[in-house]
């Protein structure tokens, strides 16, 4: 299997981790990312770089699948606060 076509199987499979855990109700981006870290085997060591998530899976690997979910109209997002307060921004399904 060549390199392209690996990576575009790893954005089908985030896709289909995201949509599934979008019918449980709204999330959060990294709720999102580590579900598709679990569900991918990859590792869920802290990475040394700060604003990314996990050590295997990086940002962009994770958001090209998320933003072709919301460009495509299947997922809707929204700022709000978790419950400790922390501005974050939710995902949920958008409603057919």
């Given at each position: 299997m060549s390199e392209r076509s690996r990576k575009q199987e790893d954005r089908e499979k985030i896709k289909q981790i995201i949509l599934s855990q979008l019918k449980s109700g709204r999330k959060y981006?990294?709720?999102l990312h580590l579900e598709c870290c679990c569900q991918l085997g990859k590792s869920l060591k802290p990475s040394s770089i700060p604003s990314r998530i996990c050590k295997d899976m990086t940002d962009y690997t994770f958001d090209t699948p998320l933003k072709e979910l919301y460009d495509g109209g299947k997922v809707i997002k929204y700022r709000g606060n978790r419950e400790d307060?922390?501005?974050v921004m939710?995902?949920?399904l958008r409603k057919a």
């Amino acid at each position: 299997m060549s390199e392209r076509s690996r990576k575009q199987e790893d954005r089908e499979k985030i896709k289909q981790i995201i949509l599934s855990q979008l019918k449980s109700g709204r999330k959060y981006r990294k709720e999102l990312h580590l579900e598709c870290c679990c569900q991918l085997g990859k590792s869920l060591k802290p990475s040394s770089i700060p604003s990314r998530i996990c050590k295997d899976m990086t940002d962009y690997t994770f958001d090209t699948p998320l933003k072709e979910l919301y460009d495509g109209g299947k997922v809707i997002k929204y700022r709000g606060n978790r419950e400790d307060g922390k501005s974050v921004m939710f995902y949920e399904l958008r409603k057919a």
